[in-house]
């Protein structure tokens, strides 16, 4: 069984190792370049991604991760990972940071505010709950998140969470923030996927429901059927689907 890599350089990896761990599934801390080559896919977890971005800098691993994304191995980001994965982050820090790119989008790094206007919502997740069972809803965690703005034609959007007209609503690369009440209310792309790219701009690794873990695991697991043997099992045959009564092992919200 295929450990998966999740990228432990700072921000919420013991959350995901230990959400992994609820699935039977093993998590294996990545802060090097050569560990890449020990896993089949890849959670870059939520965290500060200017600070990801320098510690990643600092240990040269935006080549290897440039490479891992190229070779369609499974990536998902979360918040922070969602910003490393886009082809394009507006809202950043003077100077910018360093992508590693490979889904074709434009993100907002803080589309949603500061630390204090950090919030949860229900999100409407089909996809999701046609795939695992479960409520037509999950629980997004989103602190300090960012957005997805615009796609690409082969993006498939999975959640989208209403804006009230008092926040900011609308950025791309030729029209600048709005203020508020200047655009009607409308809905922001939350949740993505493109191939075997994942990213949602806010946190299932701090919540009881494991359902989008599920859904990368099989994504993970579909992609090894016939390239490798080393895809990604469950120890001791674990049923993924959802059974309503999640197993908890931290302070999560429920």
């Given amino acids: 069984m295929a450990a998966v890599g999740v990228l432990a350089l700072q921000g919420s990896f013991n959350e995901h190792i230990a959400a992994l761990a609820r699935l039977g599934v093993k998590g294996m801390e990545i802060r090097k370049p050569e560990q890449l080559q020990n896993v089949t896919s890849l959670i870059i977890p939520g965290g500060e991604s200017t600070t990801m971005a320098k510690l990643a800098e600092f240990h040269n691993l ?3 991760l440039r490479e891992f994304v190229k070779m369609g191995k499974p990536v998902w980001g979360t918040c922070a990972g969602l910003i490393f994965l886009a082809d394009k982050a ?6 910018g940071q360093e992508l590693v790119g490979g889904l074709d989008c434009t993100v907002h790094r803080n589309f949603f505010g500061s630390q204090i206007q950090s919030f949860e919502a229900e999100l409407p997740v089909p996809e999701l709950a046609c795939k695992e069972g479960g409520p037509e ?10 957005a997805v703005l615009e796609i690409g034609p082969g993006v498939d959007v999975l959640a989208e969470c209403p804006v009230p007209s008092t926040n ?20 922001v792309i939350v949740a993505i ?8 701009a806010f946190h299932p690794e701090l919540t009881a429901d494991t359902r989008w873990h599920s859904y990368f ?3 993970a697991s579909e992609a090894g059927e016939g390239t490798s043997s080393r895809s990604v099992v469950p120890a ?7 059974d309503g009564k999640p ?8």
């Fill in 236 to 242: 001791g045959g674990v049923d993924l689907s959802y």
């Fill in 90 to 95: 507006i809202g950043q820090k003077t100077g």
């Fill in 193 to 200: 996927k493109q191939g075997n790219l994942l990213g949602t």
């Fill in 217 to 219: 695991l099989k994504m």
């Fill in 247 to 254: 197993r908890i092992d931290l302070p999560i919200f429920q």
């Fill in 62 to 64: 935006f080549p290897a």
């Fill in 137 to 146: 809803t999950f629980r997004g965690v989103f602190i300090r998140a960012p």
């Fill in 168 to 187: 900011v609503l609308y950025s791309s690369s030729a029209v600048q923030i709005q203020e508020e009440n200047s655009v009607p209310e409308e809905k």
